[in-house]
């Protein structure tokens, strides 16, 4: 599905002045929560395949910092219901939308609004028959960026824009084949869970749009210079809460894991398995550090032997 993943979309607007931002969110059952934020507007270029290192260089750098805008009154709807809230001093928001079981199962578009901008983003009910999900890592899972060579790292990250980034052959045609194992394949569970920081949402969204991966959400870690922050540097603790968190929220679902050896997603998996050995399927691992020694943990998957069978 080239263009909008309606699960993963964090719609910028493109007006002048500031822009809202929305983060997508989910629900099983009970209660549910939608997070986003307003900056001053960014480049509103789209990225092209042909562009240079040079503007690519610049559009990625200017991403990484932020306008922030504090105080700002935001609305939020949802059919025919309104919520309202105002950012912090990091420009983000958080706003209760109570009690969701009206809503039917599947995707929603739920949008915000300020003064002069607004935009949608997606709101996954999940059908209580999809029982079989899947939580991915991005980078070097289903995203080549190569993290053990930090010089090949950083021009995957700097020099190319998300059109132009690779994707690990296979893994989009797999997710599919994974989400159709459900009643509602269009709703699976699927969670694209990256350690980057929101500030990239959108790039990797672009990304997973442009490379035919199924609708899923894309949760980023939100970097602030308050205590509200995630863990910058902790992949280990972030994700492991994350993760967490899926399972407390999605309690019906059984998930496949998905992940690579270049640093700790094994160990992290081999964790959460541990901890919940009912609700986890199967855990695939990407091979690529290149340390002959590095350890191989028992029950966990070749991913390249699994494409290969596909």
Same mark, same amino acid.
């Given at each position: 599905?080239?263009?909008?993943?309606?699960?993963?979309?964090?719609?910028?607007?493109?007006?002048?002045?500031?822009?809202?931002?929305?983060?997508?969110?989910?629900?099983?059952?009970?209660?549910?929560?939608?997070?986003?934020?307003?900056?001053?507007?960014?480049?509103?270029?789209?990225?092209?395949?042909?562009?240079?290192?040079?503007?690519?260089?610049?559009?990625?750098?200017?991403?990484?910092?932020?306008?922030?805008?504090?105080?700002?009154?935001?609305?939020?709807?949802?059919?025919?219901?309104?919520?309202?809230?105002?950012?912090?001093?990091?420009?983000?928001?958080?706003?209760?939308?109570?009690?969701?079981?009206?809503?039917?199962?599947?995707?929603?578009?739920?949008?915000?609004?300020?003064?002069?901008?607004?935009?949608?983003?997606?709101?996954?009910?999940?059908?209580?028959?999809?029982?079989?999900?899947?939580?991915?890592?991005?980078?070097?899972?289903?995203?080549?960026? %190569?993290?053990?060579?930090?010089?090949?790292?950083?021009?995957?990250?700097?020099?190319?824009?998300?059109?132009?980034?690779?994707?690990?052959?296979?893994?989009?045609?797999?997710?599919?084949?994974?989400?159709?194992?459900?009643?509602?394949?269009?709703?699976?569970?699927?969670?694209?869970?990256?350690?980057?920081?929101?500030?990239?949402?959108?790039?990797?969204?672009?990304?997973?749009?442009?490379?035919?991966?199924?609708?899923?959400?894309?949760?980023?870690?939100?970097?602030?210079?308050?205590?509200?922050?995630?863990?910058?540097?902790?992949?280990?603790?972030?994700?492991?809460?994350?993760?967490? %968190?899926?399972?407390?929220?999605?309690?019906?679902?059984?998930?496949?894991?998905?992940?690579?050896?270049?640093?700790?997603?094994?160990?992290?998996?081999?964790?959460?398995?541990?901890?919940?050995? %009912?609700?986890?399927?199967?855990?695939?691992?990407?091979?690529?550090?290149?340390?002959?020694?590095?350890?191989?943990?028992?029950?966990?998957?070749?991913?390249?032997?699994?494409?290969?069978?596909?």
């Amino acid at each position: 599905m080239a263009g909008l993943m309606l699960g993963c979309a964090p719609l910028s607007a493109v007006l002048a002045g500031d822009s809202i931002v929305l983060y997508p969110a989910y629900v099983s059952s009970g209660t549910g929560a939608l997070e986003g934020r307003v900056i001053a507007r960014e480049d509103a270029r789209a990225p092209g395949v042909d562009d240079s290192s040079w503007t690519n260089l610049r559009r990625n750098l200017g991403s990484l910092v932020n306008n922030e805008r504090e105080n700002v009154p935001v609305i939020v709807s949802l059919v025919d219901r309104r919520w309202d809230g105002t950012t912090d001093e990091e420009g983000y928001f958080r706003i209760e939308l109570g009690e969701l079981s009206w809503l039917e199962p599947g995707w929603h578009r739920i949008g915000g609004e300020i003064t002069g901008s607004s935009t949608e983003t997606g709101l996954l009910v999940l059908p209580q028959s999809n029982v079989l999900g899947l939580i991915s890592d991005l980078d070097d899972t289903i995203l080549v960026s %190569e993290v053990n060579s930090t010089r090949r790292m950083l021009g995957n990250a700097l020099l190319r824009n998300p059109l132009q980034r690779q994707a690990v052959p296979g893994t989009a045609s797999l997710y599919r084949q994974l989400a159709a194992r459900n009643p509602d394949p269009a709703a699976a569970p699927i969670f694209y869970l990256s350690a980057s920081p929101r500030q990239l949402h959108f790039s990797i969204e672009t990304f997973l749009g442009h490379n035919d991966f199924p609708p899923g959400v894309l949760i980023t870690k939100r970097v602030t210079n308050d205590e509200t922050s995630e863990p910058l540097f902790d992949q280990v603790a972030y994700k492991k809460a994350r993760i967490g %968190e899926i399972l407390a929220r999605a309690p019906h679902v059984r998930f496949t894991l998905f992940g690579d050896d270049g640093e700790r997603d094994p160990e992290i998996y081999e964790e959460v398995r541990r901890l919940h050995p %009912e609700r986890v399927d199967a855990v695939w691992i990407r091979r690529v550090n290149p340390d002959p020694n590095r350890p191989r943990l028992v029950d966990q998957g070749d991913l390249a032997t699994l494409l290969s069978a596909d």
